[in-house]
């Protein structure tokens, strides 16, 4: 009785303390002292879930002391802002109770990882939500529908998948929504459909839902003319169905990027009344349709419409009358007919028109009086039968692959008939400091290193030719109104910008390494360097400079439109940073413990730490580090991930330095070596090319295949994982294939042995992988080295053809200088016909092929005793009638069905006579059905 009375005291009082002090944290203002204590709480249990928060995070009291970071008003958290901090680890879901934060900035801390938790939903203060570029997974939680005052949510560069929450919808003051680079899926979500959805956004200027899986048709009524929509980025997603004419209805766009989907229908001729777009692409979709009259949208400045599959119509006149348009692309766009010369009376100073690939025809009349600036026609694999050029001769005309450049002709000598590019790469060079370089001559400051290998983060600072360490990341500009890269007051201006807005000193900027990628995004790597002669920054610099560039208040020159920027992490030299103690631990160790730690960490650690910097490094994204590929096979999206680019010192170290025992091969280019890299455990082989050989290329052109290797994906190629370029090295860095070679597994010496069912699928698979590159690469690309050592094996005996590409492409079929031709190819496999015509096609890859299934029948050399493969297999079949006399001997225990088909197929393929050899889509099919004969 009494025990009982006891306990209801004791929860009356215990609650009525609850209520007390409920009412006192929220409802009196004079108790603020107490809400900030829950708040402090609360981060401290956010904080544990981090490692490396920046040094300042110690102590009880996160408001007195300077945290980095972090700001208090009227004792709450407003702002938590620690960009580029290295942080790891997950977002707790305690950070929902700050709920006084009205600016949440994590960007570029790459191992932020996991979901995000949706108690972020109760963060109704929040004003700006920005996660760019860290590595959050999971569904976007639709609880963020309830942040009300939200403008500005930034949640692109991660792995988020699933779905775009419809409530997004219900953030009515949002102005830019920005889920760009992700995984989401789904439909775009709109009101009639979902309950709530994009049409609701009436503020929202920016849609910035580029390079996700978005599928389903773009809803009519996403659009509507009460929006104030400046920027419509759908690229490089699924899409599918019609362009609305909803988008007619939107007059303040002024960017249109709709590539990379799978669109179809006709563009919608009211389109053409958007008088304030400026950047309209249509490109790499199915559109058809004729090609409406667009000269409604004067203020055009960039157009892209190739690759879609609209009907053949006469050149377009109407582009003539657009005034500002700088850029014109449209690839194989069916455009027939005479070049009206109107299309190149360039008004403008500097003018692209790419045309390449369509069945234009006639004589090409240029005119380039009054203007001398750089411009580009790419008139490639047209019909054009000649040239007149009016005042000045362009350096920039390309007629390749037309008949004015045939043989015979009178320009084929000239320049514009030389098949190259001439674009990408400015450096804005340190002209001042001589060729000091930092990674071999800096002494390291023992007090600041320790060791050597921290010298490796150090550039040579353009301002003082001091070594320093730079704040590095990519500027990415997802629709630049102009193409062409050479034009250096551009790039000093966009230079001058960052100085004045990130509140730099001349100088104290370097720009480099411009490129447009594979969706026409220009990347532009960015350093910029700590003031004087500091040799780092400080962290408090850092946040102020990412959070500029995070949450967009830099704003680039016009011309360069929209961007998105991400950071390399830097390296902090904060003395008393530790890695792998959590906060929590780090508040219980007493002094004395803490000393001891840290002596610790500083003898023992240090190694391990430089190690685990320099790993984290080679993780992070660098200039051209997120090109992406697409995959014409299924005209999937550009969503595979990109090819890397490694810094020489990345790849020497993870080869022992290009040691004897890492060397696995070497061929034409050069060596081959085998490599760990370090940071993922994955295994690759490193192709280095031999200086001073003749693969060596130029950067432009080492660079344009980089491009076209990176969007080359199947399961029987092998996959380009990254490269390496500079220091007048060129490497080529390819997955890792445990089995070796097919021509291992042929030679008898070799001591291992494949049945015959295991011969067949490893044709069918090489088989697949050259079709590949035949008949769905766009470019379609030659071969030229097919030869069994060339077929390698994964570790399931899946064979993946290697060597690709690192050659000319092939131009619909017609070649263009075979002297570089010749230089590949290897004796015994090269096809008959060149000796004569000196041209190599597809054909020319089915006769290797024929050659290597001829090996794969008999296991002998392609020249043995005096003889040639096929020679040898022609005369036993002459002479004896008997198929089987050729077989490897090993095979002969096994019945070996369909050997007879297998047989008369190698023969067909390595017939004189291209035209009498089959195509490689063909050799599947008789492969496959013998394949499907054995089951
Ligand atoms: C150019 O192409 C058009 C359309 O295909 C054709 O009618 C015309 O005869 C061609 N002109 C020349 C000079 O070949
Ligand atoms: C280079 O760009 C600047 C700034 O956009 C422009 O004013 C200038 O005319 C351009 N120069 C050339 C040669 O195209």
């Known amino acids: 009785m009494a025990s009982a009375s006891y306990s209801s005291l004791f929860f009356l009082l215990y609650s009525s303390l609850f209520i007390l002090l409920y009412t006192v944290v929220f409802l009196c203002p004079e108790a603020a002292a107490l809400s900030k204590t829950l708040d402090v709480q609360m981060l401290m249990a956010v904080k544990s879930k981090w490692q490396n ?158 390079s996700n899986g978005l599928s389903g048709s773009i809803p009519a009524d996403i659009f509507h003319s009460d929006m104030q929509l400046i920027h419509v980025l759908f690229d490089s997603n699924a899409l599918v169905g019609e362009i609305p004419l909803t988008f007619g209805h939107v007059p303040t766009l002024e960017v249109i990027r709709l590539d990379g989907n799978f669109l179809e229908g006709p563009i919608p001729s009211n389109i053409g009344k958007l008088k304030n777009v400026n950047e309209l692409h249509l490109s790499n979709n199915n559109l058809s349709g004729t090609i409406p009259d667009l000269s409604g949208m004067n203020r055009l400045q960039y157009i892209d419409l190739s690759n879609n599959s609209f009907e053949a119509s006469e050149a377009l006149e109407w582009f003539g009358s657009l005034e500002q348009l700088t850029t014109l692309i449209l690839e194989n766009g069916s455009l027939i007919g005479p070049v009206p010369s109107k299309l190149f009376c360039l008004p403008q100073l500097e003018t692209v028109r790419r045309l390449r690939n369509n069945d234009l025809n006639g004589t090409l ?121 050479s034009n250096v007051s551009r790039v000093e201006k966009l230079k001058n910008s960052l100085c004045t807005q990130l509140n730099f000193s001349e100088g104290a900027v370097s720009i480099c390494c411009m490129s447009f990628d594979s969706h026409y995004y220009l990347n532009i790597g960015v350093q910029l360097f700590p003031f004087g002669n500091k040799p780092f920054f400080e962290r408090a610099e850092i946040i102020r400079i990412g959070f500029a560039l995070s949450n967009k208040i830099y704003n680039p020159p016009d ?108 061929g034409g280019y050069g060596m081959v070596y085998r490599g760990t890299l370090n940071d993922v455990s ?33 399961k029987n190629l092998v996959k380009l994982t990254g490269f390496c370029f500079g220091d007048g090295e060129q490497m080529l860095v390819y997955e890792y294939m445990p089995n070796g070679s097919l021509a291992d597994y042929l030679s008898e010496k070799s001591g291992k042995q494949l049945d015959w069912r295991k011969r067949i699928v490893i044709a069918l698979g090489a088989a697949r992988g050259l079709t590949y590159l035949h ?49 590949k190819g290897t004796p015994g496999y090269m096809d008959p016909e060149f000796f004569t015509t000196y041209e190599l096609s597809e054909k020319s890859d089915v006769y290797s092929f024929g050659v290597v299934l001829l090996e794969i029948i008999t296991a002998k050399g392609v020249f043995e005793d005096g003889q040639h493969i096929v020679q040898t297999v022609k005369k036993k079949l002459e002479e004896k009638g008997q198929m089987r006399e050729v077989m490897d001997p090993f095979l002969r225990g096994e019945s070996c069905m369909g050997f007879e088909s297998f047989l008369n197929m190698a023969m067909r393929c390595v017939e004189e006579s291209a035209a009498r050899r089959p195509v490689m889509s063909d050799v599947v099919r008789d492969l496959e059905s013998i394949l499907t004969a054995l089951h």
Request: glycine residues 8%; hydrophobic residues 35%.
């Open 775 to 823: 008949e769905y690469a766009n470019p379609p690309i030659i071969h030229r080295d097919v030869k069994s050592s060339n077929i390698l094996l994964d570790e399931n005996f899946n064979a993946k053809v290697s060597d690709f590409g690192l050659s000319k492409l092939s131009v619909y079929g017609k070649e263009i200088g075979h002297m570089t031709v010749s230089a």
């Open 365 to 485: 009349k240029v005119d380039t009086k009054g203007s001398s600036q750089l411009q580009l026609i790419d008139l490639e694999n047209n019909l054009i039968t000649g040239l007149s050029v009016t005042g000045e001769t362009y350096t920039n005309l390309m007629l390749s692959g037309n008949p004015a450049c045939d043989k015979n002709s009178e320009l084929v000598n000239s320049k514009a008939c030389q098949a190259e590019t001439t674009e990408f790469f400015y450096a804005a060079g340190s002209k001042t400091c001589g060729d000091k370089t930092c990674s071999r001559d800096f002494s390291a400051n023992p007090d600041i290193c320790g060791d050597k290998t921290c010298r490796e983060d150090f550039r040579v600072n353009p301002e003082t030719c001091e070594c320093a360490v730079p704040y590095e990341g990519k500027l990415e500009f997802r629709a630049p109104s102009f193409s062409d890269l």
């Open 682 to 714: 994955q295994v690759v082989a490193i192709k280095r090319a031999k200086k001073g050989s003749l693969q060596v290329q130029g950067a432009a052109e080492f660079k344009n295949e980089i491009e076209v290797l990176s969007r080359i994906h199947h």
């Open 53 to 210: 928060t920046p040094p300042t995070w110690e102590g009880s009291d996160p408001c007195s002391s300077q945290w980095n970071g972090l700001v208090c008003t009227a004792s709450r958290i407003t702002s938590l802002t620690l960009s580029s901090m290295n942080l790891s680890g997950t977002l707790a879901t305690e950070i929902g109770f700050l709920n006084g934060l009205q600016s949440l900035d994590l960007s570029y801390n790459k191992e932020l990882i996991g979901p995000i938790p949706s108690t972020l939903g109760n963060l109704i203060n929040l004003e700006s939500l920005v996660l760019i570029g860290c590595g959050f997974t999971g569904h976007i939680p639709h609880e963020l529908g309830n942040l009300q005052k939200l403008t500005f949510l930034d949640l692109s560069s991660n792995n988020f998948s699933g779905p775009i929450p419809p409530s997004v919808g219900n953030l009515t003051k949002l102005r830019l929504l920005d889920l760009a680079k992700n995984q989401l899926s789904g439909s775009l979500p709109v009101s009639s459909l979902n309950g709530s959805g994009l049409d609701r956004l009436i503020n929202a200027q920016h849609f910035h839902l580029n």
């Open 559 to 666: 011309e360069f439109g929209t961007f998105s920027f991400t950071a390399i992490s830097y390296y902090f030299t904060d003395p008393r940073e530790s890695k792998g103690l959590s906060s929590e631990a780090k508040f219980g160790i007493s002094s004395v413990a803490a000393v001891l730690a840290l002596v610790i960490a500083g003898v023992g650690g240090y190694a391990f730490r430089q190690k685990w910097r320099a790993e984290k490094a080679i993780k992070l994204s660098k200039p051209f580090a997120s090109w992406r590929g697409d995959s014409p096979e299924s005209k999937r999206p550009p969503k595979v991930d990109g090819v890397r680019c490694f810094s020489f010192r990345e790849l020497n170290r993870c080869t022992n330095y290009f040691s004897e025992d890492h060397k696995i091969g070497s």
